[in-house]
């Protein structure tokens, strides 16, 4: 590894960029907040990232915490490995974060149709949806709005020529 950063400028930048990150790899419970593990996190140094992984499987994508320097991540991880860090009553277990894992997600036929992912719809959706829509304005919402105008215009405008035809009587 020292080769390695000697010889290559880019190889010392990446190490370092990677001692700013820690891997929990144990005490992290289904039901831990990100803001609580990063609220224990920032005892240490500032947090630029963290990140909960996949809670389901943790061993595939376990949580990850980026520091904005390296000695907060130091610091994080002899306090973690000395036993002193705990969360929701579990010890903290974790080490630098080694290199970033990328899922392998199977790929699909182009024409298998819509994925699971595409089949679900969240509040963000609903939203624009609905924003969408008063904005356009749906057909029955048109019709009684129209209908609602022509009638006041034809109220407003036979009043209008009484009050008109009045002016003129007391005129002459």
């Known amino acids: ?35 609580i593990l990063k609220q224990e996190m920032e005892r240490f140094g500032r947090v630029d990232v963290c990140h909960m992984g996949n809670r389901q499987n943790p061993k595939e994508e376990p949580p990850w915490i980026r520091f904005a320097e390296p000695g907060g991540a130091e610091n994080a991880l002899a306090a973690i490995k000395n036993g002193q860090v705990f969360i929701d009553g579990l010890l903290l277990h974790a080490d630098y ?13 182009r024409n298998a149709g819509p994925s699971r992912r ?29 209908r609602s105008r022509s009638r006041s215009r034809k109220r407003r405008d036979s009043s209008d020529r009484e009050r008109d035809r009045r002016r003129r009587r007391s005129r002459s």
């Open 1 to 35: 590894i020292i080769q390695q950063i000697r010889c290559c400028p880019t190889a010392r930048l990446r190490i370092r960029a990677m001692a700013n990150t820690i891997e929990i790899t144990g005490g992290v419970g289904e039901s831990t907040s990100r803001m």
């Open 97 to 109: 974060r080694s290199s970033r894992k990328v899922p392998d997600y199977p790929t699909r036929a």
């Open 118 to 146: 595409d089949l679900e719809v969240n509040s963000r959706d609903l939203f624009f949806e609905q924003e969408r829509e008063r904005l356009r304005g749906g057909r029955d919402r048109d019709r009684r709005r129209s």
